[in-house]
């Protein structure tokens, strides 16, 4: 059996011209790039052309680009550096409730250990918050607002542009997570007019455990390793060179056929939207009337568990996910659509939709065909559910 992956939110398949691109440098080109003698300048060189490709993408010059090992080190480094940095005076962030754990997380951690306060800003039921509310929460000791470009679970964009132009004319630094935005919609930092976004191989089709920080020059933040010099002392540790040179060429890549991709992406997610509530009763598509990434879509099917569903679609060959791949093994609803303001029932029965670069029309129809059945035998079983003409 074929499957048919739509989870290209928790990950994607690593380019194959990604990894072309990536080979000479576990091997032939294997040096350290910190090293004095020849053959490291190839490396060097490498590392130093995926930086200027890397900027080149996100039209900012490459001294602003820092390499990490992923999205979730991009926002510790951002939010922690940024209160490490003012940590005599501690202060104040602000952020929303929809954030990705790796962003609640740190905040929380900074509050409860290290004495910070953070206001976590409510959503409207479309899960976007509103500017006016971001500038109600700033306060004369805000340090920084961190606010994602893309919500993982529902894909919808928030109105970053306007939160980071608000923010500045307070003098308060903007960091957006954009690790669900980069590769799919165009970023453009200069134009967002963020301080600090973190970015991630592995969600367009770059390799696993490589991210970037882009920090604005003159953003000031206290690394949160210390060792050597590289990535100019802001995140020391040898450099992942196959890695970085991955992460460029899978950036130029989603570069190239952006717009084209971005309205393919946007007809199978309709052509899946449409299917499904043509022929189910009793779905609610998430965020449905906001401004999204194309290819998500989180869909509740009323009466049972998405547990259940993504398990049944599992059996038939089809990967989809419940919410965030860091979240699935809690048994809580999810904190997004909780925060969307969605009752917990509903968010228990709702599955997430990832379509990517691989996805074709013949493999959204074979969903479309094989959910009803699936649905109508989880609902046999639901105590909760009555077929629609039965209910009064
Ligand atoms: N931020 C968002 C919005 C994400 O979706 C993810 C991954 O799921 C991360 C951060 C973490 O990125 P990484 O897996 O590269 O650490």
Do not use: W
Not at 9 to 34: C, G, H, I, K, Q
Not at 279 to 291: K, M, N, R
Not at 354 to 360: K, W
């Amino acid at each position: 059996m074929e499957t048919i992956y739509l989870d290209h939110n928790a990950t994607t398949p690593t380019d194959e011209r990604v990894v072309e691109a990536m080979l000479p440098y576990f091997t032939r080109r294997f040096a350290n790039p910190s090293s004095g003698y020849g053959i490291a300048s190839d490396a060097r060189r490498a590392a130093e052309d995926a930086r200027v490709t890397v900027a080149d993408v996100l039209n900012t010059s490459p001294h602003s680009i820092v390499f990490t090992s992923g999205g979730t080190e991009s926002d510790n480094i951002a939010i922690k550096g940024v209160a490490l940095r003012n940590l005599d005076r501690r202060g104040h962030i602000v952020t929303t409730r929809v954030e990705h754990h790796a962003v609640l997380r740190t905040c929380e951690y900074l509050r409860d250990r290290l004495g910070f306060e953070v206001s976590f800003l409510d959503v409207d039921p479309n899960g976007r918050v509103a500017p006016e509310s971001v500038a109600a929460a700033i306060r004369h000791d805000t340090l920084l607002v961190t606010i994602m470009l893309a919500n993982n679970e529902v894909g919808v964009l928030e109105p970053v542009r306007e939160i980071a132009a608000l923010a500045r004319g307070k003098g308060v630094l903007t960091h957006t997570d954009a690790v669900q935005a980069v590769g799919k919609v165009p970023v453009d930092v200069d134009d967002l007019g963020v301080d600090l976004l973190s970015l991630s191989g592995h969600k367009l089709y770059g390799p696993k455990g490589i991210g970037a920080l882009y920090v604005r020059p003159g953003v000031e933040f206290d690394p949160l390793a210390h060792g050597g010099g590289h990535e100019r002392g802001l995140r020391p540790g040898t450099e992942n060179v196959p890695g970085i040179v991955g992460l460029a060429a899978a950036m130029r890549l989603a570069e190239q056929d952006l717009d084209a991709e971005m309205k393919r992406l946007r007809d199978l997610t309709l052509r899946l939207e449409e299917g499904i509530s043509g022929s189910i009763e009793d779905v609610t598509i998430h965020s449905e009337s906001a401004p999204r990434i194309p290819g998500t879509t989180n869909i509740a099917f009323h009466y049972v568990e998405g547990e259940s569903v993504a398990l049944s679609l599992d059996m038939e060959g089809v990967s989809v996910s419940t919410g965030s791949a860091c979240t699935t093994d809690t048994a809580q609803p999810s904190h997004v659509l909780s925060a969307m303001g969605v009752a917990p029932g509903v968010a228990q029965g709702s599955v997430r939709f990832g379509l990517g670069r691989h996805t074709t029309a013949g493999e959204i129809d074979r969903v479309v065909e094989v959910l009803p059945g699936i649905i109508a035998r989880l609902r046999s079983m639901s105590p909760l559910y009555r077929p629609k003409d039965e209910r009064r």
